[in-house]
């Protein structure tokens, strides 16, 4: 079917930057190396997730989905808060170490944090012994969550594989073969 393809050129041709994968809260960067700061610079990602930024450290930890086509784009990333010095301008980075997982989600998709919650509600359901629930049991095998949030640019959020037109619109009927 040619309408397909037809709409695939319509959606390069009207989409946005967002529209096309890219995200404004990521942003390349050039670092030197706090171990050795006479080594040349690497490239590492600053991430701003509600107001906070976070620095990558070292490749990805886990980016076996992200170059799939019909994939999330998942990557896992060991990384650093980001405060910036008063008065002169540069920043510092904490001493702890978190992971962020950065994914592309579907409109309808729930957030780790939500599936978590879910988990621990049916589980808290069923006692295990001495008065605890077996969500009481489960909870040291679980992720700690500093922030579970979706992207949002504009006011809007950001939802992968939306397109930025109707093509089903009437008006584009000698447009697009049906």
Excluded at 20 to 37: E, H
Excluded at 108 to 121: G, Q, V, Y
């Amino acid at each position: 079917k040619p309408n397909y393809l037809i709409q695939f050129f319509l959606f390069i041709i009207t989409a946005n930057a967002t529209q096309l994968g890219y995200d404004p809260t990521v942003k390349r960067r050039q670092v030197s190396s706090p171990d050795s700061p006479d080594s040349p610079p690497v490239i590492a990602y600053e991430y701003e997730v509600e107001g906070r930024r976070y620095l990558t450290e070292g490749g990805p930890i886990s980016e076996t989905a992200a170059y799939h086509i019909t994939s999330r784009a998942t990557r896992v990333w060991l990384v650093r808060e980001i405060f910036n010095r008063p008065g002169d301008g540069k920043h510092s980075l904490s001493d702890d170490y978190f992971v962020l997982r950065d994914a592309w989600l579907y409109s309808d998709a729930k957030l780790e944090s939500e599936i978590r919650n879910d988990i621990f509600e049916r589980l808290s359901k069923i006692a295990a012994e001495e008065g605890k629930t077996l969500a009481d049991a489960a909870k040291p095998y679980f992720m700690t969550f500093k922030k579970d949030w979706r992207v949002e640019f504009d006011g809007k959020r950001d939802i992968s594989f939306e397109l930025p037109l109707d093509y089903s619109d009437s008006s584009l009927t000698g447009l697009v073969p049906t």
